[in-house]
């Protein structure tokens, strides 16, 4: 029998990142959603762990895309913090 105390030892919490803390992103990969939560969010699965995707970011996207339908990776670089974040997206070749 496992106790409360072992379980709390031994708990981390699951954080959900975020794009920006990525390196290098696909174009192609794929985009989910959790509208299970208080405030849905979309995210991106990479070595198990939850990544999110503002709206902003998909926005500059694709524009991206738009201009260059032939983008397969990018990263994105995120200043600020709380209500005053933003974020660019920076096409890599």
Same mark, same amino acid.
């Given at each position: %029998?496992?106790?409360?105390?072992? $379980?709390?030892?031994?708990?981390? =919490?699951?954080? $959900? #990142?975020?794009?920006?803390? #990525? ?26 762990? *939850?990544?999110?995707?503002?709206? =902003?970011?998909? $926005?500059?996207?694709?524009?991206? #895309?738009?201009?260059?339908?032939? %983008?397969? *990776? ?5 200043? /600020?913090? /709380? %209500? ?5 997206? $920076?096409?890599?070749?």
């Amino acid at each position: %029998m496992t106790t409360l105390k072992e $379980i709390a030892q031994n708990y981390s =919490s699951k954080q $959900i #990142l975020n794009i920006a803390d #990525l390196e290098i992103v696909d174009v192609n990969v794929e985009i989910l959603e959790d509208n299970e939560c208080e405030f849905p969010f979309s995210f991106i699965l990479q070595d198990d762990n *939850k990544y999110r995707v503002p709206k =902003s970011v998909l $926005i500059d996207l694709k524009a991206m #895309l738009e201009d260059n339908p032939k %983008m397969v *990776k990018f990263r994105v670089k995120k200043t /600020g913090e /709380g %209500m005053n974040t933003s974020y660019t997206v $920076i096409p890599l070749i």
